[in-house]
């Protein structure tokens, strides 16, 4: 089995920056994969991040540059520097890791992000 515990969420006001953080723990040697996605109320998850092990990220459209994910492998640990952030991107955000790549996801709890003045 395989934990996510996610940190740095909170409220910041329009044109802030947070910075979110996630662990990963237990029955997992190496990740393949690990990233954010996020819920904003009445909509569908999006992705908004991923960092795969070979050096290859990807993020959502809306990112323009705002966001950074990076990685410490040895910690299992991937972090999500959001900056310039909007009010429209407040919501749930979550943690999501798989091992190989056509492993099963795994999702944090999630860390509410709200932006408002």
């Known amino acids: 089995q395989v934990q996510l515990v996610e940190s740095g969420g909170g409220l910041v006001q329009p044109g802030g920056s947070l910075r979110l953080s996630c662990a990963a723990s237990g029955s997992i040697f190496s990740i393949y994969l690990m990233g954010w996605y996020r819920q904003a109320p009445g909509k569908q998850r999006e992705l908004v991040a991923v960092s795969i092990s070979d050096g290859t990220t990807n993020y959502g459209d809306f990112v323009k540059g705002r966001f950074t994910i990076s990685r410490e492998n040895a910690k299992n640990t991937v972090y999500l520097q959001m900056n310039s952030l909007k009010p429209e991107e407040t919501a749930v955000y979550y943690c999501?890791?798989?091992?190989?790549?056509?492993?099963?996801?795994?999702w944090g709890q999630g860390t509410q992000v709200t932006v408002s003045s």
């Open positions: 999501i890791a798989q091992a190989t790549l056509a492993g099963r996801s795994y």
